[in-house]
Structures are given as structure tokens and as C-alpha cells.
């Protein structure tokens, strides 16, 4: 009878985590599917009381006048080139630095206080240090520019890559690292033959980060750009004004944005799949 019980109670347990997980993935999909739904309404339907859960009537126009905007197609392209380019540099930067650092042979409390130095940089607002950029930027001669957003994206981005990559490289054996030594593998080697392949989780974790940063970032690409290097994040913002909201139009480039990041995590996963299956020892 006991035993029955157990079971009962363990098929109870197991219903009600996938209830509770059924519920908790329509809450953090609702907003996905409100976005993709509202991009294929008729602007009858976009904001209406109550509003329409589900449609009926369907059109593309909304996608059809946002990508004839001026501007759209070029803000795509700029996307791409500054969250790829920054995202390669900062995780190569953080992960050079993260290695250095857990590996160093400098005093702990100077190495503690580097640390902490490199995490107060990120504490910091981003509209704090927003009007010393700008003025940095423009003496560079770099307002505009492809360059400007990727410096700046790089110098955001390196604490988190930095503190979240020395986590894995700590956790690696150091026996791996001194057999490496032993079978005369340089610095170089020992980083990119070894230590990488064996820190691919972290790497794809903290690239699929900072290229969500990226290519989402508003504040610095709406005040470092005004025309030749705009994003698509800018682009959007550009559709709210003080007379109308282009509700149709938003959504319908706000769907094509999950679509990079949603590819490029899918990159990634495979990547983070194969670290976390990589043997340093083969049985």
C-alpha cells in the first residue's frame, strides 16, 4: 500500500511540474507571440479594447511599408556587421584576459583588486559615461562609423566576458594544462590546442551575450550615429513620435530581429553542446 502511495504521489509531483512548467513557458512566450501576431494585423486590429488575442484577418502590408522606410535595409546591415564584430572581439579579448588572469602569478590581492577594478567599470549606468564617449568618439574623428559602436561594445562587453570566462577557466584540471607542458606545447598552444576547445561552454555562453548586447544596445547607437552606421534598434525608435505610433511597422521589423539572434544562439548551442561533451581523457 505504501508503495502505491509513493507512486501516486510521485505521479502528482510529476503533473504539477509540468503544469507549472506548461505555465511558466506560455508566460515567457505570450510576449513573442503578441509581437509576431500584432506584425500581421490589420491596423484595424492592432489596438483595439479588447484587443485581439487571436486574428483573424492577416496581412503583410506592415512589413511591406517597413522595409520601404529609407534607411531599414542599410540599419540591417549595420546591425550585422557591428553585433558579429564585436561579439568575435569580445569574447576572444575576455577569454585572453580571463585565461591571464586565472592563471597569473601576481600577488592575490593585487589580482583581487584588478578584478574588482575591471567589475566597477561595468557597474557604472551606460547614460553615466554616455557624454565622455561622445566626446572621446568625436575627437577620434569616428562619429558615424562601424568602428565607434564596436569600440564601444567591446569596452562594455569585456568585464562580463572576463568574469564569466574565469569561472570556466578555474574549473579546468591543471593536470591537463601540465601534461600540455610536458609534450613541449607553448603559451599559444596550450591556449588555443587545450584550454579553448575544452572551454567552448563558456565561450558560447558568453558569445551568445554579448551578441544579444549588441545587437539590442540603443543608448550609444542613437547618440555615436546619425545616419551612415545607424542600427536597426535606432530604426524602431525612430517609429514612436509624439502624434502617432507605427505599431504595424515595429512589430514587423521587431519579428525579423529574433531572427539572427535565434540563429545565432542556435550556432552556439551546437558549439556549447560539443564543449560540454569534449573529453580532455579518453577511456
Not at 567591446?154 to 574549473?171: A, E, H, K, N
Not at 555615436?224 to 517609429?239: D, E, H, Q, R, Y
Amino acid at each position: 500500500m505504501s508503495t502505491e502511495v509513493f507512486s501516486m504521489r510521485r505521479r502528482v509531483s510529476l503533473v504539477a511540474l509540468y503544469a507549472l512548467t506548461f505555465v511558466v513557458l506560455v508566460i515567457i512566450a505570450f510576449p513573442i507571440y503578441w509581437l509576431i501576431t500584432t506584425s500581421v494585423k490589420v491596423p484595424a486590429d492592432t489596438a483595439t479594447a479588447p484587443p485581439v488575442i487571436v486574428p483573424t484577418r492577416f496581412t503583410l502590408d506592415n512589413y511591406r511599408a517597413a522595409f520601404e522606410t529609407p534607411g531599414v535595409a542599410m540599419a540591417f546591415m549595420n546591425s550585422i556587421v557591428v553585433s558579429v564584430s564585436s561579439t568575435l572581439l569580445t569574447t576572444f579579448l575576455g577569454s585572453l584576459a580571463a585565461y591571464a588572469l586565472a592563471k597569473s602569478y601576481l600577488s592575490f590581492a593585487f589580482r583581487q583588486g584588478l578584478l574588482v577594478w575591471i567589475l566597477v567599470t561595468r557597474i557604472f549606468p551606460p547614460v553615466t559615461t554616455a557624454i565622455p564617449y561622445y566626446v572621446i568618439i568625436k575627437n577620434l574623428q569616428l562619429g558615424d562609423t562601424h568602428v565607434a559602436l564596436i569600440l564601444t561594445y567591446v569596452s562594455y562587453g569585456l568585464p562580463f566576458v572576463i568574469w564569466l570566462m574565469l569561472g570556466f577557466f578555474q574549473d579546468l584540471p591543471a593536470d591537463i594544462e601540465k601534461a600540455a607542458i610536458v609534450d613541449g606545447c607553448s603559451l599559444w598552444q596550450r591556449f588555443r590546442q587545450v584550454i579553448l576547445p575544452l572551454a567552448l561552454p563558456g565561450l558560447a555562453v558568453t558569445s551568445i551575450f554579448a551578441f544579444i548586447y549588441s545587437w539590442n544596445e540603443l543608448l550609444y547607437a542613437s547618440i555615436l550615429t546619425s545616419f551612415n552606421a545607424k542600427t536597426i534598434p535606432v530604426v524602431v525608435a525612430g517609429f514612436i513620435s509624439d502624434q502617432f505610433l507605427r505599431w504595424g511597422e515595429m512589430t514587423a521589423i521587431g519579428s525579423i530581429m529574433i531572427v539572427p539572434v535565434l540563429l545565432f544562439a542556435a550556432g552556439a548551442q551546437r558549439y556549447l553542446v560539443r564543449g560540454l561533451t569534449f573529453g580532455a581523457v579518453k577511456g
